[in-house]
């Protein structure tokens, strides 16, 4: 009878324990990203949101991390501050995430960086413009693995205008009046002077703007040789349709968002560069084909636009890898001061986060321009490493 | 228990007593009750969007006292919001205001506003008033933003939680009896107010501004103290909006904001204090109820982007069928439900029955 009962009591603890363990594996990596999935700026982060759960999916199927599953809880902020922050508080005080994702308009940047800081979890901006808080010395907090990047951008784009340009040149510069926007193309106005760039025009385009044409005649009027934008996509290109459709023959710079693989085939314009930091899928690359694959399971954005989501993905997961169990934010927090990633071709080179450096150590540009006769995006420069000290 | 008829009144007491019956007070008493128990009880992600609810009810009482009230339509209220919040960052950022000055100084930076702004009320009105007001918007918009881009806060000015003597308000609880004290306050307030000489000079105006001139009313001065009196208090929801979320940044104060406002109130019913609570509410947390909505039925997770998009698409949608199906708003359904179990046996009230 004695007996009986040892062996009884016996299965139950190993039952217990199998529970227990079984109960543990699924417990979850879980992070919480709010993005723009509809309303103003969706076209651009909502592809993003959709590859990096994509990524997450394809990586669960694998297996997760260390065994756990990552769980992804994706919120809509329609690019709303106050809808922004409501998620940040859910997901710290209630859904107890590890990290926080941001792939939105920076005018939802203030209140998840607050309630970053106020909890004590990263917050990584994946897909939206990176805050100049993540480039040296940065903030501990804040991360970054967005193509953009303030300052850097206009510097090599007015570079690259001098070099490609045959004579002087008169720039003209296009914002939409959101203040990262606007501070971003007034840095460039004041330093085209000293790669021998006249800036005759400084356009700053309200976000609702039904008309570009008065904009784009005041562009023409002021003699522009070259236009650089550094905008949301649509101010970009509907500035340089206006542009076109007033007879305008110069040459627009703007940075690629996304779209740009499309959108350069459908202007089919030489002169209509792009710049950015990420690789077309024209290269038809291993990693693009990854890219293909798992769009094929099921998506409502097109393939080409979702290699910034993937970038954040193969970034979330570098992250995780390095952060044992049980995870905690503080965890994460080390892993992500000492992460290095391989873009496999996305980006130029790897992504690497220091403990100072949360932007990337080194950051690579590349230019795009349709071309008429081979029918397609051919590059106008290539990789192009700029160190980020 | 009776319902107060409002047709005996015994004495001046009775006439200017909020609350009449002990129905009433018995239902203040369970309101309160539960406003008190609330955060106790409350998830995190609840007690924010009950604070969340709590700011738009003092804008859109603010802006119920102008519009529904005064009948001055205004379309700058985002634009008043921005100037409260900006008041409070700039004192915060560039001089260490604290909480005790940058809220007087945010209220008096509402009453100039108000009073500038209302300055064209004096002679327009209609649709040509609500394009004037929108200057307000875009002049305040244009500021912030200059504001921003020249100081380097191009991701907004980020604010440290305030203090009140020794308390430091960094917690949501703290946050909720804060804003319900000054939501309760400023309802009370603009109870008040309408029963006062200048309430009633407002909705003299409101009905007809002629017979209000006629009546020996001081039309322009009604007018102006309408303004100045909801821009104070919208200068100071934009204040606490920007400690309660911790950030001032003009991209928060859209067009948008303001046209939700105006759907509080239209939604909530005109004319109403209790319809600007009823439409803040509504407003507020209605597309946190369609995510809850969707998020319980079962979407596989491949078609969650259009799911997303659904929901989008149906707030707008219902937003439509409401304003088409029940043209009184909240309001109008309050008070069908409420005379249903006041009259029951009977349907209809009395002749000359009170609201």
Redo the contacts between chains.
Sequence with gaps: MQHRTWHRLGLTLAAVAVLFAVAQAQEPYRVGLSAA???RGAETY?PV??AI?LYV?RLNARGGIHGHPVELL???N?A????A??HA??FV??DGVLLMLNAS???T???M???A??AGVPLFFAGSVC???VYPPADPLLFCSTAFA?RYDSEFALDFIKETAAGPVKLALVSM????S??EV?YAEQLAPSRGIEPVSNQSIPP?TPNYAPFAAKIKAAGATWVYAWAPWVTQVKTFEALRQLGWQGKFLAYAHINAEEELARLQDEHFYVFGANAFFSHNLPVHQEILQAAA?????PPTQLAEGWVAGMVLEAVLAGVSWPPTPAKVLAAMNRVRVDTRGLRGGPLEWTPTNHFRTTHYYRVYRWDRRQQGAVLAKDWTAVAIK | MAYASGYFKTSYGAELALVETRLQWAALAALGLGLGLFPLLASPFALDLANQVLLAVIGAVALMLLTGYAGQISLGHAGLLAAGAFTTGILAEEAGAPFWLTVPASGAVGAVLGLVFGLPSLRLKGLYLAVSTLALHFIVAFLGSEYETRHGFSTGILLDSPRLGPVVLDDARLWYGLLLAVAAAVFLFSRNLLRTRTGRAWIALRDRDVVAAALGIPVAAAKLSAFVVSSVLTALAGCLFAYYRGFVSIEAFSLFTTIEYVAMLIIGGLGSLLGAVLGAVFVVTFPYLIDLAVDLLPVPARLSTYVFAVKYAAFGLIMLLFLLLEPEGLLGIWRRVRDYFVLWPFRYRPLAGRS
């Design positions: 999935l509809t309303g909502a949101s959709e759960r999916a994706v919120e809509d329609v709303e501050p106050s809808r922050a409501a508080k859910k005080s209630q308009l920076s005018s940047y203030p209140p960086i607050h309630e800081k106020r805050p100049r808080e303030a009046s959101i203040p990262i606007r501070g007034d609702p399971q099921g998506t409502m954005h």
